[in-house]
């Protein structure tokens, strides 16, 4: 058994013996130490989680989008393209476009190097100076297709 077998055992043991709540009341508090550990919430683990607590996986699925903090795919940075309608209407889609070109990847997917998850959001409440790009936090506003590149290689090593 590896560290991380004996981490998930631990956070299962606890969860399904020690804590006295309903099982669809674990569940969030279990992904959070889960994502914790082992950095995301990778498929075998919603498995194991479905079948331990009795919980169906269509549950556990939407629990994990409701929280955008829990993540089923392994990635270091977060790409999110603002696409409200005032950046939209101030050439986001453009922006969008060219990150995935750049990262050869449509949005909601991980780059092959599992560096940048690439997504859409809604208003960054920054309209006045849209398009706006928010990677991991930091926000670049007014963000044409051509600073695309550099945003990219603010992140890449």
Do not use: W
Request: overall charge neutral; charged content about 25%; some cysteine.
């Amino acid at each position: 058994m590896t560290d991380m077998d004996e981490i998930l055992q631990e956070i299962f043991t606890y969860y399904e013996k020690d804590c006295d709540m309903p099982n669809t009341e674990k569940l969030l508090p279990m992904l959070r130490e889960i994502q914790e550990a082992k950095g995301y919430i990778p498929e075998s683990v919603k498995q194991m989680i479905s079948e331990r607590l009795a919980l169906k996986s269509t549950y556990i699925d939407a629990v994990i989008k409701r929280y955008p903090s829990l993540k089923e795919q392994p990635y270091l940075y977060e790409i999110k393209v603002c696409t409200d309608g005032r950046c939209t209407s101030k050439d986001a889609l453009s922006v969008l476009q060219t990150f995935e070109s750049l990262l050869g990847v449509p949005k909601g997917q991980v780059t092959k190097d599992n560096l940048f998850f690439l997504n859409t959001c809604q208003c960054m409440h920054n309209c006045a100076k849209g398009p706006n790009v928010l990677v991991n936090g930091r926000l670049y506003s007014q963000v044409t297709p051509a600073m695309v590149n550099k945003i990219i290689r603010d992140f890449r090593p």
